[in-house]
Structure formats: structure tokens, C-alpha cells
């Protein structure tokens, strides 16, 4: 059972994103940004968001360590809140809806809560660990097609072989514009069958959130290279999607996996 001071902080996680939406909405698609060392962007209220989290958890829940994505791990040795303050921030800059804020909560090998704030919408996703996702306070669940299966893919590098690889196996694969946490968001709702990350890079605060959404809602996990899942191994290729689009991804792992070690190693 989760514990009372988790789902506690998993509320003010919620208010402050909330009480952000204002500005994000007023300043969307009109905000100058600069460059991280590997190129990405970053906007002042990736940064005012990170701190703003990390400054109040540290007041209310002091025991709870933290990593911000742009402020940086200050974890402890317990649980800890990992947060994305703008999820997708090329696509809040281009005016796109795929950005979302997001957060999960991190204890060891599990993610017992998360959240995923569609502030374009003013849509709230969430979790806890064996309670189930839930959109707007309303239960959400996985779509089980039979065929047909719609997935998508992070991996330009290896997109081609991929497709071809699956697509004989009534699966279409789609290359995706935006970040993790909208693909999740995607399987969580039935929309999609599955996502796949084949892009080689990754992070606890680019998967975490949507990883434990989607399972809540019924999604499964498939670790790409013949090993076992862990959240700390959320860098590796993997795939999350419908149990059937599952098996289909196990049946192929072998050569899957061929595939990114050529272009990535391992």
C-alpha cells in the first residue's frame, strides 16, 4: 500500500503544475528559449517550474530526496520525486498540444505514483502504484485490438528496419513528433497499441510518469535486449503497449535487438 505522505506530496506535485497554467498558456508559442548542452531546448519556465516543485516538496516533505531535469538529483537515500516541468518544450514552443508537466515518485525498483498534466487542455492524468490511471478522476484503460496494431516509435536510426521488419506482422509503425509522456498518454487511453523507444538515450524523468500510468491502465513492459526491466534501465530500448502487440514484440525481440545493438551497441 502506498503511504499517506506519497499521495500527499503527490497533491502538491498537482497544485503547483496547475497553478502554473496561466502563464504557460499566456506565453505558448511566444517564449524565447535557449540551448542545453545537448542541443535541446529549454524555456525560463522549464526552469521556474523544476524550482518552484523542488522548493516546495523540500518545505512540506523535507525526507523526500528530488531530480529535476533542470535543476539537477539531490536523492538521499530513500524515495524521491523525479519531474519533467515542460514535457515536450519544442513542441511548447512551436505552439504544438503534445507538452505536457510531469512527475513520478521513485522508491527503490518501484514508481508508486505519478502524474502527467496536459496543461494545453487542462487535463489531469494519474496513478498509484495498484490503484489504477485515472483521467479527470475517471478510470482509463488499454485498448486490446486483435490487429491491426498502432504503434509508435522513437528510433529514427533504425525506424526503416523496424517497420519492415513488423509491418508484415500487421503492425504500423509511426515516427512520432513529441515526447514520452504523450505517447504513454496514448496507450493509457486506447488510442495507440504501443510505443517503442529504439532512440538509444533516455532518462528516469522522461519515462517514469508515463511508464506507470500506462501499466496502471493495463499497458505491459518488454525490455528489448534479453534483459530485466528496471526503472533504472528506462535508457535501454524497450517496449510498453497492449498484451497481444506484446507477444508480437517478444516474438521478435531477438532481431529487434540485432537491430539497435548494429546502430547503437550495446
Same mark, same amino acid.
Not at 532518462?203 to 500510468?213: S, V
Given at each position: $500500500?502506498?503511504?499517506?505522505? %506519497? ?8 497544485? %503547483? ?7 504557460? =498558456? ?6 524565447? /528559449? ?29 525526507? $523526500? ?36 508537466? $510531469?512527475?513520478?515518485?521513485? &522508491? ?6 505519478? %502524474?502527467?498534466? &496536459? /496543461?494545453?487542455? @487542462? ?22 485490438? @486483435? ?11 533504425? /525506424? ?16 512520432? =513528433? ?36 500506462? =501499466?496502471? #491502465?493495463?499497458? %505491459? ?16 530500448? /524497450? ?6 502487440? #506484446? ?20
Amino acid at each position: $500500500m502506498v503511504d499517506q505522505r %506519497v499521495r500527499e506530496s503527490l497533491g502538491l506535485v498537482i497544485e %503547483v503544475f496547475r497553478g502554473f497554467r496561466g502563464e504557460l =498558456m499566456e506565453h505558448f508559442g511566444r517564449l524565447d /528559449f535557449e540551448r542545453k548542452g545537448d542541443l535541446s531546448p529549454v524555456t525560463v519556465y522549464d526552469r521556474k517550474i523544476d524550482e518552484e516543485v523542488r522548493r516546495r516538496l523540500a518545505e512540506d516533505f523535507p525526507e $523526500m530526496g528530488y531530480e529535476g531535469e533542470e535543476t539537477g538529483d539531490s536523492r538521499g537515500s530513500g524515495g524521491y520525486w523525479t519531474v519533467d516541468p515542460i514535457d515536450g518544450t519544442t513542441s511548447y514552443i512551436r505552439r504544438l498540444t503534445s507538452c505536457t508537466s $510531469m512527475a513520478a515518485y521513485v &522508491d527503490g525498483e518501484d514508481i508508486l505514483a505519478a %502524474v502527467i498534466y &496536459d /496543461f494545453v487542455g @487542462d487535463v489531469l492524468y494519474t496513478a498509484i502504484r495498484g490503484e489504477g490511471a485515472y483521467r479527470d478522476g475517471e478510470k482509463i484503460e488499454i485498448f486490446e485490438s @486483435d490487429r491491426m496494431f498502432e504503434v509508435n516509435m522513437h528510433g529514427r536510426k533504425v /525506424f526503416s528496419e523496424v517497420s519492415a521488419l513488423l509491418s508484415p506482422q500487421d503492425f504500423r509503425v509511426h515516427h512520432p =513528433m513529441g515526447a514520452m509522456g504523450r505517447q504513454a498518454l496514448h496507450i493509457a487511453e486506447g488510442k495507440f497499441d504501443g510505443y517503442m523507444n529504439l532512440d538509444g538515450r533516455g532518462a528516469m524523468h522522461d519515462f517514469a510518469p508515463g511508464i506507470l500510468i500506462a =501499466m496502471e #491502465a493495463g499497458a %505491459v513492459v518488454v525490455p528489448i535486449l534479453d534483459e530485466e526491466s528496471s526503472i533504472y534501465r528506462w535508457d535501454r530500448p /524497450f517496449f510498453i503497449g497492449s498484451g497481444k502487440a #506484446a507477444e508480437i514484440v517478444r516474438r521478435n525481440r531477438e532481431e529487434i535487438g540485432r537491430i539497435f545493438v548494429k546502430n547503437f551497441g550495446e
